[in-house]
Every structure is written in structure tokens, then in C-alpha cells.
């Protein structure tokens, strides 16, 4: 496993490999190590790999966009417990069980406990969206996420009036996350959203893509999906909910605060301190295209922030 040492607001300055070369260098390393490694791959299948999601309805929200083949989807991640290389989540979370698995679910509300992931998770209220995810680095993919809308299942746990605001941390677990290993961020992984954003219909629970069981390199077995904001607040591997008071921590903008904020709201008018925010790369495309205002997701979440100074709330 290859895995520099970074401080954490360095490692997005890195422009993305060009899709081209990064696709043909891994093309090349697979055959080159095909005929050695075959038999432990085989053996390594992860259990859950290519299960379906059994009569997922269409919901609302989907764009009509291409979707980006589940192929890239799947290779080309993000996923710091498994490496800082974009290509080490799908090898180094290989070995990850997510069977059995638990979310503590804590603070205002009336229904705290430990929840099972079959009980959070009803598969007659799965839907299939197909969302844009931008990502702060200027990468951006078409995905047929599976999930249940977070609103649904935050309405089960009865916040409180005082709940303002949803904490959100992925497992940590330094011998089943190798990443967790290096200090690249602090931590656990810690996300947060604003009550309102966390119940508004677009925010969803992910529990799959392309109709399958979500890969381990995916975020798996749970993760969030907030289209409208860049992809680091996308949590993945979750394991704990909290329902606050006052503003929580993120991961980001606890580890570079002048780089990245709570609101973190795809805004190609407010650029990272280093780089435009303007235009951005569709995986598979040659050419950049315009980012758009929430990522084309203004008509629904637009009023969310309406009198906020979203140069400021970045
Ligand atoms: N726990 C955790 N969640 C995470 C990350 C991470 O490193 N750790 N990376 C984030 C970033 S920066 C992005 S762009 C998306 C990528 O999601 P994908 O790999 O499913 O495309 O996951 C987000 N969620
Ligand atoms: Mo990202």
C-alpha cells in the first residue's frame, strides 16, 4: 500500500490525473498483475459484492444526464480510511466486512439507541436517483445511487426541538481502515449537516449504485448523498448520528478552515482559496463544462440559504 504523507490541506491541490492515463496505467497493472494474483483474488471476493437491491421504485430528483459507467464509479474514489490514491479504496477496502453493522443514534430525540443496519434500512423504501456529484477537486460523475431519503429516517428517531443540526462519523477502526493508520485528518471522519438540509427530500441515505449492494470503496454500508454540496460531504461508512444544538465539527474545515466550510455548497462563484471553482471535469469527458450554481440543484435547495452571504457561509 502506497500512502503519502500529506498535511491534509495539501492533498487537494493535486490536479486529477487526466482519466486517459490514469484508466491505461490501471489497465496496465491489472494485466501485469493478473496471472500472479488471481487465486487470493478469487478467494478475496468480498462477501455482498454484485448483490441487488431487489424492486427499487424511481424516485424523484433524477437527472436525465449519461451516466458515468460504474466501472469509473467504482475505481476512482475517494475514500481517505483506505489511502489518499484514488485507486486505493477499491484494493485496500477489500477485506472490509460491514456485516454485522450498527449506528448509534444520539441526542435530541425521543428514540436514542444502537440501531442494526436491517432495521434502518427497509428495503420497501429503497429508491433508485440518479444525482450529479461534484467533487471539490473539479471531478464530477453521473450516479444511479440506491438509498432512502435521510429525512424518512430521521422522522423515526422524533428530534426534539433543540436538534439544530446532524453529527455524522464514519467507523474508526485503524485494523480495518489501513488509512486510519497515517495522520492525514483527524480522526474519525466527522460530517455535518443543518437540520433543514438533512430533512430537505434531495438529501439521501445511500445504500448502493447500478442497483447493487454499495462497494466497500463506495462508502459502504451506509453513507450519505448531499447533492448539492461537494462530494467530501458526502460521509461514508457511518456509524454514528448525533443530533445537536450547536454547529459540529467537520473533518475539512477543522483540518484547513480557510480552504473549506460548513456550508461547503457547490458555488462556482466562490472559489477555494487556490483554485477556480467555475468549471469542472466530467469523469470520461475531454472538455471542462460550467459547474452550476448547487450543482443544478438550486430550484430545490436555494431557499435553504436564502439572506445567508454564501461568500462568507462557504
Ligand atoms: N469517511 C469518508 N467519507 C468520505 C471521504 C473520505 O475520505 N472518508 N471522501 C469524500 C470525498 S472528498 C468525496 S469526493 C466522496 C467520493 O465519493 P465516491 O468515492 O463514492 O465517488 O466521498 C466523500 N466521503
Ligand atoms: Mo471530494
Known sequence: MHIRITKASDIPSSEITPKAHYMSRRRFLGTAAAGAALAPLLAAAPAGANL???NIVKGPFSTDEEPT?????TSYNNFYEFGTGKGDPIRNSRFFRTKPWSVAVEG????PG???FEDLVKPHQLEERVYRLRCVERWSMVVPWVGIPL????KRFEPTSKAKYVAFETLHDPKRMPGQSYPVLDWPYVEGLRMDEAMNPLTLMVVGLYGEVLPNQNGAPLRLMVPWKYGFKSIKSIVAMRFVEKMPPTSWSESAPGEYGFYANVNPDVHHPRWSQARERR???FLKRDTLMFNGYGEEVAGLYAGMDLAKNY
Open 114 to 116: 444502537t440501531y442494526q
Open 283 to 285: 469523469i470520461g469527458d
Open 108 to 111: 435530541e430525540i425521543e428514540k
Open 69 to 73: 459507467p460504474a466501472e469509473d464509479v
Open 52 to 54: 441487488r437491491w431487489e
Open 151 to 154: 429525512a424518512a429516517m430521521i
